[in-house]
């Protein structure tokens, strides 16, 4: 993920998707949108660091389409997204 001045990454343009998880595999909070909007701190689903309470979530009943874009304060951080269909 990009790190601080580089902005937020693109990580999967929209698909038709009916399971949406995000896992943060990271030392560092990680801030990530599925609406297609800029990742930004302080926005959108904040993701704690990995092994902690809030590292990850689900959806599976109103899942959202649109492009996933994430955003970490720290350079080197890492997200895991699992989609179906």
């Given amino acids: 993920i990009a790190g601080p001045g580089s902005g937020a990454q693109t990580i999967r343009a929209p698909i038709s998707?009916?399971?949406?998880?995000?896992?943060?595999?990271?030392?560092?909070?990680?801030?990530?949108r599925a609406d297609g909007e800029n990742a930004v701190e302080n926005e959108g689903l904040r993701r704690a660091a990995a092994g902690t309470t809030g590292d990850r979530i689900f959806f599976d009943r109103a899942v959202p389409t649109?492009?996933?874009?994430?955003?970490?304060?720290?350079a080197g951080s890492r997200v895991l997204i699992i989609e179906g269909r």
């Fill in 17 to 32: 998707r009916r399971l949406l998880g995000f896992i943060n595999d990271s030392a560092n909070v990680i801030y990530c």
């Fill in 66 to 74: 649109g492009p996933l874009r994430c955003f970490s304060v720290t």
